[in-house]
């Protein structure tokens, strides 16, 4: 008998997911974008709505955009009312989401911390810890030394450029593994009469008197009841074909792991200002995520640069990782938004419902988002949680400004 | 990392530049003058196309001058720079 | 087991070394897999899932099992033991799987460089070594980079003999010579050559826009604990190539067969390469498993260098002509149309089970058992395309090859010999050298008539077309590896496909094959060859899969490089700062300063001292170093008119000679910045800004300037450094100004509130602002940075000036309810939210942020304002960022809040604590009661104006 491997334990997926589906020619509900929100979306829509003759297309494979590219943190801890609603939300739904969906998610509610690192820091982080407590939202303030005892290889030397001056923690926040989170509400949407098409790419929006009638696609053109963007990095070239703006600007971020280590990291660690957010996953590798590049773009890379500084600054905080080694790095085309918050709503094209401008952060808002669009495109009104994330906010300056010195959007 | 021709000092590594966004967004002439929704498109509103597309970067690392890129954010090719001031040029 | 001779090792030296608790010995030329090898170890890790036990199966970076921890000299995780070379001292041990991370300091250093060349070649085997001499010579600027620490590549394991087809200045006429003295001689040519630069031991991990091309050089690691300390250990190297020459060569791959992960089973080109670089036999009695010529070579050579082979099993009807005649010559048995059926041992390889390839996919049956300790396996060679990919390139899948090869770049790039499916080592010299020429070429612009004749093979290596062959047919999948490392079968990809996946990403996604350490560099193809046999598709139909950056691991302290501890962001200190340091102060970040915080003295905490310094400015005199505030010159006919552009209030209408306090917004109307405004002439102001802003104040200067006002006359530039400023604080700060000034005329009449002179101070000249943000009588004195200290000595040898620090100043400002950008802003906060409507303009028709303010939400009455609060027990801190709500009990969570607290102190002249807050409708509050929920506790607030010491302002203006 030999001693227990270190991925002897990971649960396996189960023996059936999906069935890829032929486009038909009409569908209740079309669903642009199979990532995690798409599928989200279709799955709520199906089981909260009854409404199941819905598409969901995606132009490549399934879930192979930004939901699988991101360091999969998930955490409710930001500081305006609006954002803790809806990611507070979604935090209670991940909460319960495993057994829902009857599949191993690898959900694992290990902490956060978001690092300060000046006494400006110090002082926005304190403030959002007292708005997320009065939100309902765990979070707590701690020194250098519990923040030492929470994660034991950050550096907390007082010595350093950006010497780690406490942090907030929120222990509900964790992390959870994209691909089992993407499988598992397909697999459920699907089991509900949802359909998925992939290689399927929308081309254009269909549009008479005002109203969306279907959409052109790669395909063939499929006629639609209501369509629901959640295109990420690619709404704007989708609504455009609508007549649509957005206030929304594409850019490249990147992530990278390491190849698998024991365990030496229990939680997430997060840093604003050095831009550093890194977990170690279940099969023991570092996922680490660095910051946008500045241009736009739409190419799913980014510059080396942004890597090598996003290692110089994790090196500082976790001296333990100088010869842990990249083993690859990938970059998502992020959709970000004015105020670094998500548009979701209604549209001026009737029947057309808009969910994009997550930036960073779209990943931990899954569930949330899923069920109050589901909400939105099966009421044609948005869910009280994401009604203040209209798109007129920015005619009537209402922003829901995260990225102030005071939050972190990833 | 970008080689981004400065057209003032030649080309230079992506990292001596600060990137400025959509090109050809003016000002308004008499801000008072629009509505709210005007307004907001200037404040809030840029194009974000898949192709080329005319944006602004300043050479802050160099010669500190602004000047204006057509790339392809398809692609990161740069076809076009040209100075502020200059319309587009046609890049086919 | 080693040889008595042959291999590219110093026999004449013995190395020790340590690998899991036991000791062993090999020679300089070594790597720790060769050396494992000649000492008979077959097992070197165990697998991550399943727990078997693993062996050494390539001679490369390519390595899919073989990972090993180094314990010592510094622990390092995860490194295949084929692409460490030995040391003496070297400790290394078995993993399951994971690595370890050392728990001390790296103490090595790593760096980066730029490099900037014509031609960048990738490889130093056959091609690359041709393309290389093909470019170099000529003037052009050539980088030849190569992973290993000899370049050479597949010359280097072979013992393959070439000859120059005309004279040549290296070798000279005709010679017949080993590829690897070839090798050895071109490289020393290359060497010599000023323009050239050989890259040993630099793997080339990254291909990005515009031709940047990254590269990781190990420059100390193979020395051991005898690395020098000064010399880093790793470099980075940034090259910026016209033309790259893709020379990465080929990585043979495996077939799926039962076992075939046991240790013993090896890569057959691998095999061959232990046998003549290292003088190795990696066993004794081998059965050679194949469907293509090239690992009859590896055959011969083994046989030739006295291992037994049991036999040769190819799955083809028949091998090409040579390598038939060869097993004939050397009496081995040749199994046509026979497939391996299993590999077999407990705990490595003792014997092979063959029986024939049946049609129709039909299991095969093991038919014979071979007794043997070492099986060879070929199932072809994939061209590293890995860079080329990276690249932007685009691949296809060549039927007749069976293997995906490059097909077209948008960038300044070529792939050469067996990177693009070249495999007769004739054949890649030409290549490499037309590639070489091609790329000179292009680089220079210009035809270059001169042109490289390279040599070629005298004997090859027989490369008759093989047959693309991928699995062994049976009826149990369990133990058919397809990606070793992860642990991933043909069982699991067949798995895959019965939950209904048809994407190869999503099916390595589901089984993780191709995620381990080696990237799926043996196992990316087979994988997806074995989905196609699943989905019934054709591999080609299935396409390649992205390749991603980094080719090979890299170590997070090589990216990170010089870029660490004060080199990571260097903070900036004034003038004054060795007086700061040497007189106590404790020290804050402001941006990228370091700020005397407070300056505590014997006995003092912090609270203490700030309550001194804040008397000492209210009661007596005090100073503080204010260098650190932005300062730009503004000078231009149009100066004054850009001012107005930019500040909410009116620049233009300020008298040379006078002073004005502005705000500056984004266009959204919300702060950006504030600070002073000098006139120093009438084309001339000196702008301050706030310490964290000054580049950004600027960098918004030049941008509205060039971009959108480019007919001003304006030029701005930072002058922040070139200034020391001393802001000299209290009652009695004019009597001590009067005594290190004598000719300055000082009086309220003379030197007013808000106006600047120019005066000699303590023998310096200086520009004297009398401007205060502390709300007292106050002065700030500027001389150049050379004199910065002998002005602050100067005031500190008074003898009665006490000097203090950023907190000292929040606190004096705060009582004044002056606002802090940044602390008491946040990006939502206009002018008007700060009760300065007073410092809007209405009479300039625009300036930037004006038109937001009409806008319904920042028209709104319930708008967040700044307001002050007094704590009902006059002793309790408001800790900052509390909230505040309207009622004395708290309800149910979300809590309608009303604001936080952005600032809070224990006040020296109000002798009691007070906050600063913003409040919904703030303004109107004055008197209310609130409550912030502190620590399980409603604690009562009055609400006041946020001017709370000296309304009248008569201090400050006295």
């Not at chain 3, 067969?257 to 057959?268: E, Q, R, S, Y």
Request: proline content about 6%.
């Amino acid at each position: 008998m030999s001693p227990r491997t270190p991925g002897a334990d990971l649960p396996e997926h189960p023996d059936r997911l999906w069935s890829a589906a032929e486009p038909k020619s009409s569908y209740d509900v079309v669903i642009v974008g199979g990532g995690g929100h798409g599928l989200a979306t279709a799955y709520y829509l199906a089981k909260n709505h009854g409404i199941t003759n819905v598409a969901v297309l995606e132009r490549g494979w399934l879930a192979g955009g930004n939901m699988a590219r991101n360091t999969t943190i998930i955490r409710s801890n930001y500081l305006w009312d609006e954002s803790a609603g809806i990611y507070e939300h979604a935090l209670k739904l991940w909460e319960g989401l495993e057994e829902e969906l009857d599949y191993p998610l690898l959900f694992s509610q290990r902490g956060v911390l978001n690092l300060a690192h000046s006494l400006q820091d110090v002082r926005d982080s304190v403030r959002r810890v007292h708005a997320n407590n009065l939100n309902g939202v765990d979070a707590e303030w701690l020194d250098p030394e519990q923040v030492k005892q929470v994660c034991p290889i950050v550096n907390i030397s007082p010595d350093v450029r950006y010497p780690v001056l406490g942090a907030t923690f929120q222990p509900r926040a964790g992390i959870a593994k994209h691909d089992h989170v993407a499988w598992g509400l397909a697999r459920a949407a699907a089991a509900l009469g949802v359909e998925f098409i992939e290689h399927c790419e929308v081309t254009g929006l269909q549009v008479r008197d005002g109203r969306v009638t279907g959409v052109e696609t790669t395909r063939g053109t499929i006629a639609a009841g209501r369509v629901a963007l959640c295109a990420a990095g690619h709404t704007s070239v989708v609504a455009a074909t609508a007549g649509i703006d957005l206030p929304i600007q594409s850019h490249p971020l990147q992530a990278l792991v390491s190849e698998l280590l024991e365990p030496v990291h229990p939680t997430v660690v997060m840093s604003n200002a050095v831009h550093v957010y890194v977990s170690q996953a279940h099969k023991g590798e570092l996922v680490m995520g660095a910051g946008i590049d500045a241009a736009n773009s739409y190419r799913q890379r980014g510059a080396f640069h942004i890597i090598e500084r996003q290692m110089a600054a994790a090196l500082e905080l976790f001296p333990v990782f100088a010869r842990a080694h990249v083993l690859r790095t990938w970059g998502g085309v992020v959709d970000v938004s004015p105020d670094a918050s998500p548009i979701v709503g209604l549209t001026p094209v009737e029947n057309l419902y808009l969910n994009c401008g997550w930036g960073t952060g779209g990943f931990k808002a899954t569930p949330g988002v899923g069920w109050c669009f589901a909400h939105t495109v099966a009421n044609d009104e948005p869910h009280p949680l994401n009604a203040p994330f209209s798109l007129d906010r920015f005619t009537t300056g209402a922003l829901v400004d995260e990225h102030g010195a005071a939050a972190v959007a990833h | 990392m970008l080689l981004i021709p400065c057209p003032w000092c030649g080309p230079r590594e992506e990292a001596e530049f600060h990137y400025g966004g959509q090109a050809h967004v003016a000002y308004p002439d008499d801000p008072s003058a629009l509505s709210d929704e005007e307004w907001a498109r200037y404040l809030f509103f840029r194009d974000n196309p898949k192709g080329r597309f005319a944006e602004r970067w300043s050479h802050s690392a160099g010669c500190r001058r602004w000047f204006n890129a057509v790339r392809d954010t398809a692609t990161n090719e740069i076809h076009a720079v040209y100075r502020v001031g200059e319309a587009r040029p046609v890049t086919s | 087991m080693r040889r008595e001779n042959g291999g590219r090792i110093d026999r004449g030296t013995t190395l020790r070394f340590t690998f899991d608790g036991s000791e062993y010995t090999g020679h300089p030329g070594d790597t720790l897999a060769s050396a494992l090898l000649a000492n008979g170890v077959r097992q070197v890790a165990t697998s991550v899932k399943l727990g078997r036990p693993r062996g050494i199966v390539s001679a490369g970076g390519e390595e899919p099992s073989a990972v090993v921890q180094i314990e010592a000299p510094f622990p390092e995780p995860m490194l295949p033991a084929t692409t460490v070379e030995l040391y003496e001292g070297l400790v290394a041990s078995s993993l399951p799987g994971q690595g370890r991370l050392a728990t001390e300091p790296d103490p090595a250093r790593y760096d980066a460089v730029h490099a900037h060349c014509d031609v960048l070649v990738v490889g130093a085997g056959p091609a690359g070594l041709a393309a290389a001499r093909a470019a170099a010579g000529t003037g052009a600027r050539v980088i030849l980079a190569d992973e290993r620490s000899e370049p050479g590549g597949s010359l280097l394991g072979t013992h393959e003999t070439i000859t120059e087809s005309e004279p040549d200045d290296v070798l000279g006429p005709q010679e017949v010579m080993p590829g690897a003295e070839w090798a050895a001689a071109t490289t020393a040519l290359l060497d010599g050559l000023p323009e050239v630069r050989v890259l040993r031991r630099t793997t080339v991990i990254g291909y990005y826009d515009d031709n940047y091309v990254v590269a990781v050089e190990r420059r100390t690691n193979h020395l051991g604990a005898a690395a020098p300390a000064d010399v880093a250990r790793e470099r980075v190297w940034r090259i910026r190539a016209k033309r790259v020459v893709l020379a990465t060569g080929a990585h043979e791959r495996s077939i799926a067969f039962a076992g075939n992960d046991l240790p013993g089973v090896m890569l057959a080109g691998s095999a061959r390469a232990y046998a003549n670089r290292y003088g190795v036999l990696p066993g004794e009695r081998a059965v050679v498993f194949t469907a293509n010529d090239s690992a009859y070579a590896a055959a011969f050579d083994l046989a030739d260098a006295g291992a037994e082979i049991a036999a040769i099993v190819d799955v083809r009807p028949a091998p090409g002509a040579a390598c038939a005649a060869g097993a004939r010559e050397r009496g081995i048995e040749v199994l046509t149309g026979h497939v391996v059926t299993a590999a077999q041992g407990d705990g490595q390889l003792s014997s092979v089970l063959a029986g024939r390839l049946r049609p129709e996919a039909e299991a095969a049956v093991g038919e014979r058992e071979l007794a043997a300790d070492l099986l060879l396996v070929s199932g072809g060679w994939n061209p590293v395309v890995h860079l080329f990919s990276q690249a932007g390139g685009t691949l296809r899948y060549d039927e007749a090859l069976g293997t995906i090869v490059p097909v077209a770049c948008r960038q300044a790039v070529e792939a050469a010999g067996a990177a693009k499916g070249v495999f007769t080592l004739t054949g890649c010299l030409a290549d490499g050298a037309e590639a070489g020429h091609r790329a000179l070429e292009a680089a220079l612009g210009t035809a270059v008539s001169e042109r490289y004749t390279p040599p070629r093979a005298t004997t090859e290596t027989p490369t008759a077309p093989g047959t693309a062959f991928w699995l062994v047919p049976a009826t149990d999948y369990g133990a058919h590896f397809v990606d070793p490392q992860r642990d991933v079968t043909v069982a699991d990809v067949l798995r895959a496909t019965g939950a209904g996946l048809r994407s190869v990403e999503h099916i390595k996604r589901y089984t993780t094959a191709g995620t381990a350490h080696d990237q799926g560099k043996t196992s990316g193809l087979l994988t997806t060859a074995i989905v196609a046999h699943a989905l019934g598709a054709s591999v080609g139909e299935l396409g390649s899969t992205t390749f991603r950056a980094p080719y090979a691991p890299v170590s997070f302290a090589a990216l990170a490089g010089r870029d660490r501890g004060s080199l990571h962001d260097p903070v900036r200190v004034t003038a004054l700062h060795e007086w700061h340091v040497a007189n106590g102060a404790l020290f804050e970040n402001v941006g990228q300063w370091k700020r005397p915080w407070y300056y505590p003295r014997e006995g003092e905490d912090m609270e203490a001292a700030v309550l001194r310094e804040c008397a000492a400015a209210r009661q007596g005199v005090a100073a503080m170093d204010a260098s650190t505030l932005g300062k730009i010159d503004v000078i231009g006919p149009d100066a004054a008119e850009l001012l107005d552009r930019l500040y909410t209030n009116l620049m233009s209408s300020l008298a040379v000679g006078a002073i004005r306090y502005g705000v500056m917004c984004r266009p959204d109307g919300m702060v950006f910045d504030d600070g002073t405004v000098i006139r120093l002439a009438e084309d001339h102001f000196l702008v301050t800004t706030t310490t964290g802003n000054a580049a950004a104040v600027l960098d918004w200067m030049e941008e509205w300037l060039q971009t959108e006002w480019p007919t001003l006359r304006v030029h701005c530039t930072s002058v922040t450094e070139q200034w020391a400023t001393v802001a000299l604080v209290g009652p009695g700060s004019r009597e001590v100004l009067a005594g290190l000034a004598p000719d300055l005329a000082v009086s309220a009449a003379d030197f007013p509130f808000m106006t600047w002179r120019e005066a000699e101070i303590a023998g310096l000249p200086a520009r004297v602002c009398r401007i205060s943000f502390s709300g007292e009588l106050a002065y700030e004195i500027n001389v150049t940075s050379w004199d910065g200290l002998r002005l602050w000595t100067a005031i500190m040898d008074t003898g009665l000036v006490t000097p203090y620090g950023t907190e000292t100043m929040h606190v004096l400002r705060a009582e004044k309810g002056y606002p802090i950008v940044g602390q008491d802003t946040d990006g939502t906060v206009t002018p008007q939210d700060l009760g300065m409507a007073w410092v809007v303009s209405k009479k300039k028709p625009d300036f930037v942020g004006k038109r937001s303010f009409a806008r319904a939400d920042t028209a709104r009455a319930d708008r967040k304002q700044l307001v002050g609060l007094l704590p009902e027990d006059p002793g309790f801190l408001l800790p900052e960022g509390a909230h505040l709500v309207a009622g004395a009990e708290l309800p149910e969570p979300p809590v309608p809040t009303l604001g936080h607290v952005t600032s809070s102190y224990r006040s020296a002249a109000l002798g009691r604590t007070f906050a600063l807050a913003l409040v919904s409708g703030g303004q109107g509050r004055a008197g209310a009661r609130l409550y912030a929920p502190v620590g399980g506790v409603l604690v009562p607030v009055t609400v006041t104006s946020h001017v709370l010491y000296d309304p009248e302002g008569a201090r400050r203006d006295g």
